[in-house]
Each structure stands twice: as structure tokens, then as C-alpha cells.
């Protein structure tokens, strides 16, 4: 069988989607000696056996240091820019209405089972594509999605449910990146109303569409994962700098409406690997994504914990009245500075989530192999435009962020990675073939548990809404 996780092999292949050579190597491609050019009788140099002209060598180079990404320090500025955005915003909220302990202890629960299922996911994505590399089928331009694995793997049913699910939150989760646009840029020009700055936005977003795929987000996760650290490190010394409020209360769990309110917020804020199997396929050696991952959480963690931890001491029960953190500091150019960088964030990660939606309608119109990209990008152009609809008619972040979290990513996210995993290695020639899952008992409990777990959780939070 294949080894799919050698990126040495797929670049040989070429079965890797655009396999890129690290920019030191490209420099002594680019550097061979006259000899070789004499021999060649040109004065155009190679690189990967197609000819590069020497007077675009740095505007190549510029490419590959700054679009090109495929690099395990690319899968994890990629998933760290898509954990959290305006949800740094609403944590210290979510603070109050579970109290501290329950806050921080959400947080974790929920950020290393993500990790788990990232796990579970990826691993199903290696046995999916080896079986079709032994088929003889080429990813060369085909970007492998989780609802194809679960269609390969389980059959048309499971391709459907992954296909609905995963389409449905992403859909809503863009749609809320745009709508908190809207809502945050408020707080440094009220001149608009917030539904006037979402149609805005929307059409600045519609530029996100020149964007290929998760491989060529080097520089916009780079500065993404600067703007978020700015905002959470601006929050946390803010709150503190400014000092408790006068007769500040931090009464905690109050009801149980809130407590699962709180919850759901939490739980949406570490559902960004929805996009795992974009990332994943993107890299050049896939099969380090889930540590890649693991260590993204871990930053984020230091990055969610001390802002919220340190709003709700600051401010306590008043975060219940409002859940932009931003209301409660003073207007200063810190403050402006961090709504503008949490905005350009916004934008990296409406671009992030949406990408998959844009692979599956170019596959749905058969354009997602087209040689030519100015096919593929006006064909995304519905896609943004049903996203700034929605938008401008639901223009309330709060409903359907608590829909979006209670529903949808407890679905996408955790309970059909873990009963998709269990079915599939639940057949003993799966795992003998797959021969990476050692410890298969162990791994159905905790996918059973986390599948109760939420499901429960789920059901509770619809019975405290009724």
C-alpha cells in the first residue's frame, strides 16, 4: 500500500495538489552553475522542470515565502487563525453565565476533544485516499472534503449526512464572521447603522473569492494569528490596567438557561476544525496535522483563557447585559487598533470558512478541475452573495450564533466524526487494512461517550430554550 503520509513520495508522484519546494531549495535550483545554462542554451533557469525566467526569480521567490504554504507551521497558523475571531469578544461573557471554573473548564474539554476528533477525522481521510491512490486516481487538482471520506468509506448516506451538515455550518459560521463585522466596526463609527456596515463588508468580503485554496493562506494566517494575539493580550492588560467597576458582582451560574447558553458559545468558538480535510490536504506532509492542531489549541488556550478570565474579573455580572467586551474599556487608540486588527481577522477567517462551500459548488457545476482559475472564481461569486443575504436579513449575532452552536457544530464537529470512525473500523478487514488503530476498544468508548455526551448536552440546551 501507499504510504500516503511520505511528502517525498507524493511530490514524486505528483499526486499532491501543488507540491512546492521550500524557498532555500528553490534558491539553489535557481543558482546552478553557468555550465548548466550554457549546456541548456537558454537563459532561463528551472525549477521543478518548467522554465523560470531569471527576471522574475524574486517574484517567484515572493511566492513561495509568502503564498505558497504547505509547511506543518502552515496547517498550524491555519488552524489557529480559524479557532477564534469575534468570539474572543463574547468568551468573557460566556464567563459570567457559567461562572470561572465551569469557563475555563469548558474550554478545555472542549478544545482537547476537538483535538480527538481532528484525530479521528484525518485518519479516516489516510485510508480514504490510499484506497484511491491504489485505484490510480489523481488529487493532482482535486481538493479531497470530509463528506467525499464519508461517501468513499460508509456509502451514499453518510455522504449526504456529511455533505448537509458540514455545508449548513459553515454556511452559517461565514455568515456570522460577516455579521460581527458589522457589529464591531460600531464601536469606532457610529455614523451607520450595523446592518449598513454588514452590506459593506460584504462586498469587501467578496474579494476573499481570488483566494485558490488553504495552501495560499501563508500570509493571511500569518497576520491573522498577530491580530488575534493583539486583541487578546489588549483585552486581558486593558481589564486589568482598568480595575474592578464599583460594587462589581460575580454571582456565576445563575439559571440554567444561561449556564447552557454560556456553553454552546464556548463550544462554537473550538469548532474551526470543520475545515480539517481542507487544511490536511493542503500540506505536503498531511499526516502531522493533528499534532499541528493540538498545538494550535494549546495557543489558543493562552490566548482565551486570560482575556475572559480577566474581563470577567474586571466587570463580573455587567458582561451579562452586554457581550461585546469591547463596550465595557475605555475608547482609546488601543482599543480602535484592536477593533480594526479583529476586523482584518474577520476577514481571513470569513475566507477560511467559506473556501469549502466554494469546492462544493465548483464541484456541483463540474468547474472544479478547470485549468483555468477565472472560471472557478466567478462561479464562487453566488456563494458570497447568498452569505450577504442572509446577513442583511438576520443582522442579530446572538440567535443564530446560539443556533449555530447548539445544533450544527455539535453535529459536523463532534458526534459524526466519532460515529463515522466506529463504523467504519467497527469492520475487522478495515482495520487490518488501515493498520494504524491499535487500540480499538478504547477508541469506540470514547467515541460513544463523547457521541452521548453532546448529545445529551444538545438535548438539554433545546429543553432549557422551550
Known sequence: ???????????????????????????????????????????????????????????????????????????????????????????????????????????ILYG?????????????????????????????????????????????????????????????????????????VYYINDSFSKRTWTIIFGAVFMFTILIPTAQNYRLWSFTGIIMTTYTAWYLTIAATLNGQVLDVKHTGVKNVELYFTGASN???????HAITLEITHAMWKPRKYKVMYTYAILYIFSLTIPSASTMYWAFGDSLLTITNAFAFLPKTKFRDAAV???????????????LPVHFVWEKALGVHHSKHFTIRTVSR??????????????????????VVGSLSVTSTVYIIPCLAHTTYYWNSAARK?????????PSVILNLFNCIFYQKSQSLGKLVEH
Open 381 to 402: 461569486i453566488p456563494v458570497v452573495l447568498v452569505i450577504w443575504l442572509i446577513a442583511v436579513m438576520v443582522p442579530l449575532l446572538g440567535p443564530i450564533s446560539s
Open 340 to 354: 480594526c486588527v479583529m476586523l482584518i481577522h474577520q476577514i481571513t477567517e470569513f475566507s477560511l470558512l467559506s
Open 112 to 184: 482537547f476533544v476537538g483535538c480527538w476528533t481532528c484525530y479521528l477525522m484525518t485518519a479516516l481521510y489516510a485510508d480514504y485516499r490510499s484506497i484511491k491512490e491504489n485505484q490510480n486516481v489523481s488529487f493532482k487538482k482535486h481538493i479531497i472534503q470530509w463528506y467525499e471520506v464519508l461517501g468513499g468509506l460508509l456509502g451514499p448516506w453518510w455522504k449526504a449526512m456529511g455533505l448537509i451538515f458540514s455545508t449548513t455550518y459553515l454556511l452559517c459560521a461565514s455568515t456570522i464572521q460577516l455579521i460581527a463585522c458589522g457589529s464591531t
Open 1 to 107: 500500500m501507499m504510504d500516503w503520509n511520505r511528502g517525498d513520495a507524493l511530490s514524486r508522484n505528483g499526486e499532491h495538489s501543488s507540491p512546492v519546494p521550500l524557498a532555500s531549495e528553490f534558491m539553489r535550483r535557481c543558482t546552478d552553475s553557468n555550465s548548466d545554462q550554457t549546456e541548456q542554451g537558454s537563459s532561463e533557469r528551472t525549477f521543478d522542470g518548467k522554465p523560470v525566467p531569471s527576471e522574475n526569480t524574486w517574484i517567484t521567490l515572493f511566492s513561495l515565502v509568502l503564498w505558497e504554504g504547505g509547511s506543518s507551521l502552515d496547517a498550524w497558523l491555519t488552524a489557529s487563525s480559524s479557532q477564534v475571531a469575534q468570539v474572543l469578544l463574547t468568551l468573557p461573557t460566556s464567563f459570567a453565565q457559567l461562572g470561572l471554573a465551569s469557563g475555563i473548564a469548558f474550554q
Open 433 to 441: 487494512v488501515s493498520m494504524r488503530l491499535k487500540m480499538f476498544i
Open 266 to 272: 464556548i463550544l462554537y468558538a473550538f469548532g474551526g
